[in-house]
């Protein structure tokens, strides 16, 4: 195929003055040679058609002619497809089917859509392509309908004080929305006004390029202008004014700070004062200017003391808000040592000045700091004091001096002195020299002193305005002599009666003095009695520890107060004479001492034994006659099965009427042996009627007693009554001993109130209060 172009004029002039439009001829589909061969031709390029945006018509406008050689034979009908044609958007194109001109129908926008593709068809009236499709390429020529437009319309930048000409500031964009490889879209910036004009009018340039904002010129002060307002003009058309289009946009630069001022001190000198012994008090408040932006490192004054201070007692603190430095004391000053400072201060900033820039000569002042004297308190100047003695020291002793330094040499004031505490009250004062004398013993065993160590503590007070009191403590260490002996521990013990070989009683001593007057300790047995060292025997086993054991064989049971002498190693060494209660028992084959063998070792006889039970026998006579008189004046409980009462309730409690006078005096038949109530479990109470088993029988106790502890005994008996269910009620007469027939005591009328001779009653002094009254019976003296 080859394509063929008839074009008869090229369109110049405005649409409402232009020719006849272009024709576009379908190309031929084969051409056949003079030597009967067929062949193509070359394609010619069909140029595209340019179309102005924005054309003001009229519409539809006439842009091409689309024709085919074949319509000299047949009817030809023409369309055109894509987009602006049957595609979206639609309609922007059309075409007269039977003449073959293609129109527009409305303007066209090149920022909307710059090109356009479309394809011409032609076919016969049956619908058959007659014609190959050719390509249309539609241009839309760019106007400038489009102003340049500003990202923002207000731009922030900053560039610092101080700076060269030709620093970089910050940068402008506009953007054209027209064709930028014309001058439609060439953008051209220019500075049109600078607010403030100090300290010339033009500090600032732009390229009218790139829109990059650089300074022209030196002057940039920040203390005289902190901000520019620039405004900025960008005009298409490459900057022709004539012709193009402009639109603006703000520029504000602000000009930040560097530390170009350094700070100054407002005065020369400055003053202040100060109370003796105080900290953490401002004295002094220095001032200082600077004209850098406040609040920042450029402006932030930092203080140093450069002279007259080498101990430390002043710092400088900044205020963070007024920039003032406040002296203030950190370690206390004395009046008597030193009654003025001389300061040397020297203010910076923060940040280090800018180059080039010199410190002034007002960043450097003299402070002067005085000292107010103030009553201080009298001082001990050894606190605590610690000094040395015996115990033992007796009252009135002068101990030592603990006088206190009065700090204020140039006040001429007196000192008092008082005792503030003496737990032990041993101690006095002197009122005006401070001498220390004893008022009693002093005594190292006492509850007062602590390792030794006894405290005391003293106030001092002068007659200053107002007076000021200062304490003092004065240790005293006691020393130690042997002024306490030794006792013997422990104070009770038991034996076997027979001698063995591992069998004994280790003793020991507590001394309350301390090394060396204590241990090692001397133990021996005292020479009389005689009976003593035949029948004991004391061996060291160490230091502090001893043995006393049996001598002999045998030695009869029964509760022996056994001398021991106790020595301690002071210098002199003290005795002590101490006793200690051996109960000799005879023993099992384990070496313990038996039940009944602790009887018999109580010492007790059958004459002390009667004359318990006698006691105890009146005691309850009279208690059972009281009883009988109460149960007579009181009127009797109804029987709680016949009782509808509710607030009546029977409980398991001595006492309980009638049934308590019934007494069976089998019941205190004493039985041999104990075992079998001893056996029965725990926990059976007794109630106060009569239980329907039968009553237990108290076997019949051994002929001959055995000695032992009467309150052993006593306590056996009590244990097999609470557990045997026959037993009288808690009211009731308690079984003890009964001397009827079988009983292995003899009469109470063969008692006899005075003495054979032959039986010691005086052990019933140790039995304690309930035994008293015994023990005044029989165990008096002879006037008895």
């Keep these: 195929k080859t394509i063929r172009w008839k074009e008869e004029e090229e369109v110049k002039a405005p649409p409402e003055f232009q020719a006849p439009p272009t024709v576009i001829m379908f190309p031929r589909q084969q051409e056949i040679s003079s030597k009967g061969l067929r062949r193509q031709k070359r394609d010619w390029v069909i140029p595209p058609v340019n179309v102005p945006e924005n054309s003001r018509g009229p519409f539809p406008q006439m842009l091409v002619s689309i024709r085919s050689d074949q319509d000299r034979n047949i009817s030809i009908r023409y369309s055109i497809t894509g987009v602006g044609a049957d595609q979206p958007p639609n309609e922007v194109f059309s075409i007269d089917p039977v003449a073959g001109k293609m129109f527009v129908t409305k303007p066209l926008d ?23 499709p050719i390509d249309l390429y539609i241009y839309v020529i760019d106007m400038n309908d489009n102003r340049p437009e500003f990202k923002n319309q207000v731009y922030n930048g900053s560039v610092d004080e101080g700076s060269k000409p030709g620093t970089f500031v910050m940068h402008l964009a506009a953007f054209d929305h027209d064709d930028n490889t014309t001058a439609n879209g060439m953008v051209r910036y220019r500075i049109l006004s600078q607010t403030p004009h100090s300290p010339i009018p033009n500090m600032f340039t732009i390229n009218s390029e790139t829109g990059d904002i650089v300074t022209v010129a030196a002057g940039l002060d920040r203390e005289k202008v902190s901000q520019y307002s620039i405004i900025v003009q960008a005009t298409d058309m490459e900057g022709n004014l004539n012709f193009g289009l402009s639109n603006t946009a703000t520029a504000i630069i602000s000009v930040t700070d560097i530390n170009d001022n350094p700070p100054e001190l407002t005065s020369r000198t400055f003053s202040g004062e100060v109370p003796e012994n105080r900290i953490n008090v401002a004295v002094a408040n220095l001032t200082v200017i600077d004209r850098d932006q406040p609040r920042s490192p450029n402006w932030n004054a930092v203080y140093r003391i450069i002279s007259g201070d080498p101990i430390g007692h002043f710092t400088i603190i900044t205020d963070p808000h007024t920039n003032d430095g406040m002296v203030t004391v950190v370690k206390p000053v004395d009046f008597e040592q030193n009654r003025a400072f001389m300061l040397t201060v020297v203010v910076n900033n923060q940040a280090p000045l800018a180059s080039g820039i010199q410190s002034s000569l007002q960043s450097t002042s003299g402070v002067t700091i005085s000292v107010v004297d103030i009553n201080e308190p009298p001082f001990f100047p050894t606190n605590p004091k610690s000094i040395r003695f015996e115990e033992g020291v007796p009252a009135g002793t002068s101990l030592t001096t603990f006088s206190a330094s009065d700090p204020d040499r140039f006040m001429q004031q007196s000192i008092r002195y008082s005792k503030l505490a003496d737990p032990a009250e041993w101690l006095s004062i002197n009122t005006t020299n401070g001498q220390i004398v004893t008022t009693a013993t002093l005594d190292r065993e006492s509850i007062y002193v602590k390792n030794n160590i006894y405290e005391a503590t003293f106030l001092a007070v002068d007659n200053g305005s107002p007076m000021a009191s200062g304490t003092g403590t004065l240790q005293i260490y006691l020393i130690d002599v042997n002024d306490n002996a030794p006792s013997l521990l422990p104070r009770e013990s038991q034996i076997c009666e027979r001698i063995n070989r591992n069998a004994g009683i280790n003793i ?98 059958t004459g002390a034994i009667i004359a318990i039970l006698i006691l105890l026998l ?44 019934d007494y069976d005096l089998s019941q205190l038949q004493q039985p041999d042996s104990l075992e079998h109530i001893i056996s029965k479990p725990l926990g059976v109470r007794r109630v106060d009627e009569r239980p329907i088993i039968p009553e237990s029988q108290y076997p019949i106790r051994p002929a001959v007693p055995h000695p032992g502890d009467i309150g052993d005994f006593i306590n056996e008996g009590l244990r097999a009554a609470d557990n045997d269910p026959t037993a009288p009620p808690y009211d009731s007469l308690l079984v003890f001993d009964y001397e009827g027939s079988g009983s292995t005591a003899g009469s109470v009328s063969s008692l006899n109130s005075s003495s054979t001779g032959d039986q010691d009653y005086d052990y019933l002094n140790d039995w304690g209060p309930r035994f008293k009254k015994l023990a005044d019976m029989y165990g008096g003296g002879e006037d008895d």
């Design 618 to 661: 009146c005691l309850f006579v009279v208690w059972m006659k009281r009883r009988e008189k109460e149960r007579q004046t009181k009127q009797l409980l109804i029987d709680p099965e016949d009782d509808v009462r509710d607030n009546i309730l029977k409980y398991d409690e001595e006492g309980g009427g009638e049934e308590d006078q």
């Design 508 to 605: 020991t001593a507590a001394d309350s003095d301390t090394d060396p007057n204590v241990g090692p300790f001397v133990f021996e047995l005292p020479t009389f009695p005689a009976s003593i060292r035949r029948n004991w025997t004391v061996s060291r086993l160490n230091g502090d520890y001893a043995r006393l054991s049996l001598r002999i064989q045998y030695l009869k049971p029964g509760v022996y107060e056994v001398p021991v002498i106790v020595s301690d190693s002071g210098n002199p060494p003290l005795s002590n004479r101490s006793i200690i209660k051996v109960k000799v028992c005879p023993c099992d084959e384990n070496g313990d001492c038996t039940l009944v063998g602790a009887v018999a070792a109580a010492g007790l006889g």
């Design 110 to 132: 090149r920022e909307r859509r710059s090109s356009y593709h479309l394809r011409a068809h032609a076919v016969n009236m049956n619908g058959e392509r007659v014609e190959s």
